[in-house]
């Protein structure tokens, strides 16, 4: 009730005017029939940076408010979206994309091949998320034509095209990102902050224009989320796992499918080294590859799956599960104690003390796994995996903490981690020698150098097509790779599904495999949703 109590307080700002409802409009607004052409949806939270694609809005699900170069559909297929038709040169260097002559910014100005070489130019300048590091230059070759040189071939740069929003050139300023205006199905009309954002259909959208004239993003937390939804007020409510049993009148789970995924980064050095900033690097434990295997075969993902996420997810095998660039070969049979037993004895760990903890030699089985102490799931993830891990001899000591507790840790001890993209150039992050250190890439600093050569000849492949059978060889090529079977650099736990309480009546289409949840993935089809009673 005190949850739902906030939310009313919260809601009674919808408004754009600077009125306030009494408490009986209130409840007449809750009360009445909701307008077919709005919507009211609650999620868990906001982009901290605003709403400008070049520092990255728009990286994990649709930009809403910009228009792309490119797009997926629904089987993530590369579809047309502000270009006309694309050109690659034989050489794989010069990308050559024709831009949409019709279409117009939600200020009435034209979008032409200025904006898009101002929105990439600027992307490089701000030193964002978007990949620009091997693009040499872009240039508008006429109002509606522009070109991309690139350093030299990259696979995965049409996914750049894909997930960078185009801004306009002559509306750009400091407060951008609090203002946006682009060319996407919506505009925004009011941004309260830790509250809520109020967008409607941008009439200037060239495609078909959405169902949805109106949306309100309530910005709740779970259990405010979970009461406005019983309460009849939020037409879509994201939910935890934990809350996924509890019925609401009036309302359907949907839980859909992802490559959002937890997984433990393992330290693959031994320790002694230091990073620039003086931060320790490796750990004695966990570089010994049976402490890394065993762990993957004893580990009972499906009782993770079961257990923390009430049987909404997939067991995961690498970051990468179940898309186009995936090797299915990865999977292996887990919850295998004994198996797990086998491995370590034979790589000399032995419990010879008889206090239940492994050693070898005058070293302990045993390590810290850090978490975030904010995200349930990581801490379920986290107390689970320990427990599995007990009868092997092995001794998990838990540690939660924020991001700056864990960034000075993460590359010494193993963390639980979440990733999850439509882009395959995420492995190459993960995975590569040259992103060791960098960030929260390859914390591990795993290295291995058939591993590296597969992922430049993936990244430097002309197509993403010609790219697929190098991603997946880095996983394993059957005598080595990234993955369990190779050299169990991480151990993935599980794919977690976005669960959903959605309206009876809303059909928010076919929605495809979610990515990461910082963002708002269900929105990537939004254009399609609509009333169906």
Not at 80 to 87: G, K, S
Not at 161 to 166: E, H, R
Not at 371 to 393: F, N, W
């Amino acid at each position: 009730m005190v949850a739902l109590v906030a939310f009313i307080s919260i809601f009674t700002l919808a408004g754009c005017n600077s009125s306030r409802p009494d408490s009986a409009d209130v409840g007449r607004s809750v009360a009445s029939e909701v307008k077919k052409d709005e919507l009211v949806l609650a999620f868990g939270s906001e982009p901290e940076t605003g709403f400008d694609p070049t520092t990255g809005w728009g990286r994990y699900g649709s930009p809403l408010f910009q228009s792309t170069l490119l797009k997926r559909d629904d089987k993530l297929n590369i579809r047309n979206d502000l270009a006309t038709n694309y050109e690659v040169s034989p050489d794989g260097n010069v990308w050559t994309v024709k831009v949409r002559d019709d279409v117009k910014f939600s200020d009435g100005q034209p979008l032409t091949a200025a904006d898009v070489v101002f929105t990439f130019e600027t992307a490089a300048g701000n030193g964002s998320v978007v990949d620009l590091n091997r693009v040499r230059k872009v240039e508008a070759l006429d109002d509606y034509t522009v070109r991309f040189t690139l350093q030299e071939p990259q696979s995965t740069f049409v996914n750049t095209l894909i997930g960078t929003g185009i801004i306009p050139k002559h509306a750009y300023g400091k407060d951008y990102a609090e203002h946006p205006i682009g060319s996407g199905p919506y505009q925004l009309v009011q941004w309260d902050k830790g509250q809520q954002l109020i967008v409607q259909a941008n009439p200037q959208y060239y495609d078909r224009q959405p169902y949805f004239k109106k949306i309100t993003f309530l910005f709740l937390s779970e259990d405010a989320s979970f009461a406005a939804a019983q309460a009849g007020i939020v037409d879509l409510a994201y939910i935890p796992a934990a809350f996924s049993h509890q019925k609401v009148t009036g309302m359907r789970i949907e839980s859909l499918k992802t490559v959002d995924n937890r997984g433990i980064v393992f330290p693959y050095v031994k320790s002694g080294g230091v990073t620039k900033d003086g931060l320790p690097i490796g750990n004695d434990v966990t570089a010994d590859p049976a402490i890394r295997h065993a762990i993957n075969i004893a580990v009972d993902r499906h009782a993770l799956v079961d257990g923390v996420l009430e049987g909404h997810g997939t067991p995961a095998y690498t970051s990468v599960d179940g898309l186009p660039w995936w090797n299915p070969e990865t999977v292996i049979e887990d919850g295998n104690l004994e198996g797990a037993k086998r491995l370590l004895d034979e790589a000399g760990w032995i419990d010879t003390d008889g206090d239940g903890v492994r050693e070898k030699g005058a070293l302990k089985a045993e390590f810290t796994l850090y978490y975030l102490a904010s995200d349930s799931i990581r801490q379920s993830l986290a107390i689970s995996v320990a427990d599995m891990m007990k009868p092997l001899g092995l001794n998990v000591k838990l540690a939660g903490g924020s991001w700056d507790i864990i960034s000075k840790s993460m590359y010494s001890n193993p963390v639980i981690m979440g990733w999850g993209s439509h882009d395959p150039h995420e492995m190459y992050n993960l995975y590569s020698s040259e992103t060791a250190g960098i960030d929260y890439y390859n914390t591990g600093y795993y290295s291995n150098k058939t591993v590296d050569g597969y992922l430049e000849q993936a990244l430097h492949a002309k197509t993403e097509e010609e790219a697929i059978e190098f991603w997946k060889k880095a996983q394993w090529d059957e005598t080595t790779g990234l993955s369990v079977k190779g050299d169990a650099a991480w151990a993935w736990l599980v794919n977690i599904n976005h669960l959903y309480l959605v309206k009876d009546g809303l059909d928010i289409g076919d929605q495809r495999i979610h990515v990461h949840g910082h963002g708002w993935p269900a929105t990537d089809n939004i254009v399609d949703w609509k009333w169906t009673k």
